[in-house]
């Protein structure tokens, strides 16, 4: 069964720090992988996917089938920035989503 | 922009009650989807619709569930007996189902308590 991992509740970084919000995913055929991002009482909303190879406010994210991996990236991160984030995985021919569990990402001045 | 409207916000409500939380796709998406929240867990599929039929559903969408497209604009979920575990954030989605492009548009939540 498919399955999305996102191993921090919480994190706290500084302004203009990295950042690394992980994502693992357990999927035996070809994953289509995405982001979403919640910001405070704002709708869920698409941050950018994998097969559009894309660069949005900054943040980048790279699929590693070998690591079963879909990390998102920032290397500079803003006080916008703090929102709920969450790595979803679509599978198959299938139109759902599998969500993760959400990172928590707080940025401190 | 278009935005997917869900009605009511939130909502109270007696245990066995029915609930209906409606949800305006954006007018050209041709997919429609479920999800819920549990307040501190993930967010979870519950149900896709396309050409009027449910294109998937997962164990949680068990028969106290039903969806419906009434007319050409609105989407229902119907719970029809609900239960105290049912309290959650329920988020109405849609896409155009493009090839390579299945982008899901969420609405803001319709908020449900079961008292």
């Known amino acids: 069964a498919q399955r999305v991992t996102q191993p921090e509740k919480l994190l706290s970084v500084f302004k203009g720090a990295p950042v690394e919000l992980k994502c693992n995913y357990s999927?035996?055929?070809?994953?289509?992988l995405f982001w979403y991002v919640q910001y405070s009482r704002q709708r869920l909303q698409l941050l950018l996917r994998?097969?559009s190879r894309e660069s949005i406010k900054g943040f980048t994210a790279d699929l590693n089938k070998g690591e079963t991996s879909f990390h998102l990236k920032k290397p500079f991160a803003q006080e916008e920035d703090s929102a709920m984030y969450y790595c979803?995985?679509?599978?198959?021919?299938?139109?759902?989503?599998?969500f993760g569990t959400g990172t928590q990402l707080k940025v401190e001045l | 922009e278009p935005e997917v409207t869900q009605t009511p916000s939130h909502q109270v409500t007696q245990m066995g009650q029915e609930v209906i939380l409606r949800c305006v796709p954006i007018?050209?998406?041709?997919?429609f989807y479920w999800y819920r929240q549990i307040l501190g867990q993930k967010v979870e599929f519950l149900v896709s619709?396309?050409?009027?039929?449910?294109?998937?559903k997962s164990e949680i969408f068990d028969d106290q569930f039903s969806v419906e497209r009434p007319d050409g604009s609105n989407f229902t979920l119907k719970i029809r007996s609900t239960k105290l575990e049912d309290s959650a954030m329920y988020f109405c989605?849609?896409?155009?189902?493009?090839?390579?492009?299945?982008?899901?548009?969420f609405g803001a939540g319709s908020r449900l308590t079961v008292l």
């Open positions: 989605a849609s896409s155009d189902g493009r090839s390579g492009a299945n982008v899901l548009t």
């Open positions: 999927y035996s055929g070809s994953p289509e």
């Open positions: 994998h097969i």
């Open positions: 979803a995985l679509k599978t198959g021919g299938g139109n759902k989503l599998t």
């Open positions: 007018s050209n998406h041709l997919y």
């Open positions: 619709f396309y050409n009027n039929e449910i294109s998937e």
